[in-house]
């Protein structure tokens, strides 16, 4: 079992739709990061928490520490959001990956 | 430079070629990461510098990989002996802290294909 496990794989949506993209990890962390990484691009990075709720535009995530659980929301989805949107938690000097979700959003 | 940097953006390889990745941090970063991304996957864990300090080299997949940072600001990936399952994008990232709840900045990465 992976220790970060992130659902959907794979995501679809249309111009102007809500997404929620969740994230579950089974190891003790220090903080959580979301990150977005476009095809052939390096890593930006989103967001770091380790409690509660954080706003960024039309981002936000939230993480529950006692369920081990995270989830990034887009309001009013772009096709510029289209990217592969990664889960990484901070474990003492390193970030472990979970796999991605693929976000394609049409107009 | 404003970011991380990477060179080379792309490097092809013929398998039992040596390879050097650099990788240019932000100026004043203590920390630095080396990970490895095979396509269709997340990064993986290489390397980590603390300054010119190597604290973990736990993910490095054998004893063909090497990494160094010996003035702890420029650092060098070398692959020995390419073999075709080396063939991954790198990617480099540093921070201004120590340990990972620091907000990291990484590179665009380095694109290797051994052929």
């Known amino acids: 079992k992976n220790e970060v496990e992130q659902s959907p794989q794979n995501l679809t949506a249309q111009e102007g739709e809500f997404i929620t993209i969740n994230c579950s990890y089974s190891v003790g962390i220090s903080a959580l990061h979301w990150l977005q990484q476009h095809p052939g691009g390096g890593i930006v990075s989103l967001f770091m928490?380790?409690?509660g709720k954080k706003k960024h535009g039309r981002l936000i995530a939230t993480i529950n520490i006692q369920e081990k659980h995270s989830s990034l929301h887009i309001t009013a989805s772009h096709p510029r959001d289209s990217a592969v949107y990664i889960c990484a938690v901070g474990l003492t000097d390193k970030l472990i990956f979970g796999t991605g979700t693929r976000l394609q959003v049409f107009p | 430079g404003a970011g991380v940097s990477q060179s080379p953006r792309y490097k092809v390889a013929k398998r039992g070629q040596d390879v050097a990745l650099r990788c240019d941090p932000i100026s004043g970063h203590v920390s630095l990461f080396w990970y490895q991304q095979a396509l269709g996957q997340g990064p993986e864990f290489l390397t980590y510098f603390q300054n010119e300090a190597q604290l973990d080299k736990s993910g490095l997949p054998s004893d063909r990989f090497f990494a160094e940072r010996p003035e702890g600001s420029v650092s060098t990936l070398k692959i020995q002996r390419t073999q075709q399952e080396d063939s991954a994008v790198y990617l480099c990232a540093s921070s201004l802290g120590r340990g990972a709840n620091y907000g990291y900045t990484f590179g665009s990465g380095t694109r290797l294909t051994v052929v």
């Open positions: 928490l380790s409690s």
